[in-house]
């Protein structure tokens, strides 16, 4: 209709009609061919969908990302500990089986141990029959390396007795404290074990030393020069060490 009225507005001859309403007809296909009718609804509900899709796609991706990296990291870490110069000896002439030992101790890992676990043959040691010196001044590499010595064993206190100090006591005094020096007039600090009441933190590359008295009865006279098994752990890191009974 409004085809025509402009065709009569302008006096057009029936020829140049015909062409404008084929130009028009072609110009109506065009439109439908470039930009078709859709259901305005399905059309959003599709763009939705796909976003959805895409986002969620980014997401568990970015997850897996930082769930992968942190098992890495987490795995690069390792709990580790090496023990140094454990040693049991055992009173050969007490028949109640009073026995000690000692040991070295060094977080050897990345993260941070607790040394909770001393078994001599599968039996537990409590902590308060552990003595530990962890301070690094006095558990010096020469101190650590040393060869442990005992000392006399104080059996109506449970105890070991005291090493003449090297110079000056590092310790409270007090049966909660054990000195031991290993060359008496050297140049080896004296440690100063004090009584354990819990497990010992060590952070990476930190050493201990502790002396620790066996459960009685345990070990007897009878087996000075034999074999047994001897177990630091820390967590579950941790080896048993067999070492040779000692009668000092």
Wanted: glycine share 8%; proline share 5%; hydrophobic share 35%.
């Amino acid at each position: 209709m409004i085809l025509m009225d402009y065709v009569k507005a302008n006096k057009l001859s029936q020829k140049k009609y015909i062409l404008l309403k084929i130009t028009q007809a072609s110009l109506h296909s065009y439109k439908n061919k470039m930009f078709p009718r859709t259901n305005n609804r399905k059309a959003i509900s599709t763009v939705l969908t796909t976003m959805i899709i895409l986002v969620a796609s980014v997401v568990l991706g970015t997850g897996v990302v930082i769930y992968g990296t942190s098992l890495f990291q987490t795995g690069a870490q390792q709990e580790a500990i090496t023990t140094q110069g454990v040693t049991i000896w055992v009173n050969g002439t007490d028949q109640n089986g009073v026995s000690w030992g000692a040991a070295g101790v060094r977080n050897s890992g990345d993260k941070l141990v607790s040394v909770d676990s001393i078994q001599i043959r599968g039996a537990s040691v409590p902590f308060t029959q552990w003595w530990v010196d962890k301070n690094q001044t006095r558990v010096s590499a020469d101190n650590y390396q040393s060869q442990y010595i005992m000392t006399k064993m104080q059996t109506s206190l449970n105890r070991l007795e005291n090493t003449s100090p090297n110079t000056t006591t590092p310790c409270p005094g007090g049966t909660n404290f054990l000195e031991i020096d290993f060359d008496k007039l050297g140049s080896k600090p004296t440690l100063c074990l004090n009584q354990a009441s819990g497990p010992i933190s060590l952070t990476p590359g930190q050493k201990m030393i502790v002396y620790f008295r066996v459960n009685p009865g345990l070990l007897a006279p009878v087996d000075s020069g034999s074999s047994t098994s001897v177990s630091i752990f820390a967590g579950k890191t941790g080896a048993p060490t067999s070492v040779t009974v000692g009668n000092p």
